[in-house]
T-cell receptor, first 111, second 114 residues
């Protein structure tokens, strides 16, 4: 079971860079690391996915060390609208039932 | 999220009634997943289906819960004889063909059992 561990909450201020780390010591060879964002009363929304090293898209970067036992979601220059719960999910389709979202990290961005 | 459609958005049922939750995946997606989320908690996997097949139902309670994804039409999550503990948000997600295809979620159905 690819259990994930994230900080329960984080605070930041507008314009700062935010890094959220997820630990997944039991990650399997076939597992991908995917991060989602969830606002109240909405379904999670895909942010970024990676397998190893670094991945960057228009909204975030994902850093994965060589041992893949952790990953760090980096949000550059956050704004108030980035206040949400962030989940990392480790797994692949074949193990969908064994991929857990965990309790997520509640990020609060202050003005 | 607009691609995955769930209905109804809110559903109120009395104890003992049946709840039927519907999910239409994104166009071109044939993999559907159901998750349950209790207040202030993360999402818990329930079941993974492809067209006409249940692939993984390891997260589904053994009794009263069932899911299907017929050849035509939406995926249905059915809860028989609902109890207060079934009150939760139920999210559906769909994904594409690749094993690492990310999940695309709907906005959920909030079930309240009175």
């Amino acid at each position: 079971l690819a259990k994930t561990t994230q900080p329960i909450s984080m605070d930041s201020y507008e314009g700062q860079e935010v890094n959220i780390t997820c630990s997944h010591n039991n990650i399997a060879t076939n597992d991908y690391i995917t991060w989602y964002q969830q606002f109240p009363s909405q379904g999670p929304r895909f942010i970024i996915q990676g397998y190893k090293t670094k991945v960057t898209n228009e909204v975030a970067s994902l850093f994965i060390p060589a041992d893949r036992k952790s990953s760090t979601l980096s949000l550059p220059r956050v704004s108030l609208s980035d206040t949400a719960v962030y989940y990392c999910l480790v797994g692949d389709r074949a193990n969908a039932g064994k991929s857990t979202f965990g309790d997520g990290t509640t990020l609060t961005v202050k003005p | 999220n607009a691609g995955v459609m769930q209905n109804p958005r809110h559903l109120v049922r009395r104890r003992g009634q049946e709840a039927r939750l519907r999910c239409s995946p994104m166009k071109g997606h044939s993999h559907v997943y159901w998750y349950r989320q209790l207040p202030e908690e993360g999402l818990k996997f329930m079941v993974y289906l492809q067209k006409e097949n249940i692939i993984d139902e390891s997260g589904m309670p053994k009794e009263r819960f069932s899911a299907e994804f017929p050849k035509e039409g939406p995926s249905i999550l059915r809860i028989q004889q609902v109890v207060r503990g079934d009150s939760a948000a139920y999210f559906c997600a769909s994904s594409g063909q690749l094993d690492n295809s990310p999940l695309h979620f709907g906005n959920g159905t909030r079930l309240t059992v009175t």
